[in-house]
């Protein structure tokens, strides 16, 4: 699968979001956990789960599928979170069926920016159950650059090709038209103004 994401090390992204001005990895984890809190899943799903930040919490839920473009980074997955629930899927999202049903919970956490949404919302609802969750986090960059500057930004600079910001009425009228409704939504600020913003959409 030709990707600029399949170029990246996942030591160098790992490196990269966890440094403390950026504090990215900890604060994605820290939702991940009160995403499963909230829901109680008995399925779920993870788009863009990259090395498995958060799958530490899903030792209890019935299944879980892991998706990522980057074999790699899924193989890592493997390795640190080897439990039997865990089915870790290689697949790009933009082009690829997902072939899951009656899914409780999709998180969608930091990969939107990468993704088509008007090819994979409706991919989304097709898996998901009625009264099914979509959790999805996206960055509010507040002029800053998508990137912050950390030792490790220069080997993440090839994802600038295929990043876009989420516009959050262009994603929420493309949810709107696939039978989501708005549930809730949360703020967790960053170091340099940035901003995570969850919002959580139940499909009718
Ligand atoms: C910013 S990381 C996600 C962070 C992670 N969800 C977390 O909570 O820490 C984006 C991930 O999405 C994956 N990705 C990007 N485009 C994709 C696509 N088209 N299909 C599947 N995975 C994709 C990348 O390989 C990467 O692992």
Known sequence: MTNEWNKIKLSDYENHMSEPNVLQLQTLNRITQKQIIDY?????????VAGGNGLEYCKDIGQVF???????????CIKRFPYTNIEYIHKDLNTDELNL??????VANLVFEYLNEEIV??????ILKSGGILSI???????????SKTKYSD???????IHHTV????????????NFTKVSEENYPLPNNKLLKRIDYKLR
Request: with cysteine.
């Open 40 to 48: 109680n899943p008995l399925s779920l799903v993870f788009l863009g």
């Open 66 to 76: 892991a998706i990522d473009i980057n074999k790699n980074f899924l193989d890592t």
């Open 101 to 106: 049903k009656n899914i409780d919970l999709v």
């Open 121 to 126: 919302i409706p991919k989304i609802s097709k």
């Open 137 to 147: 986090v996206f960055q509010i960059d507040n002029n800053n650059s998508f990137v």
């Open 155 to 161: 080997k993440l600079a090839c994802l600038d090709n």
């Open 167 to 178: 516009k959050e009425n262009y994603l929420q009228n493309i949810l709107e038209e696939n």
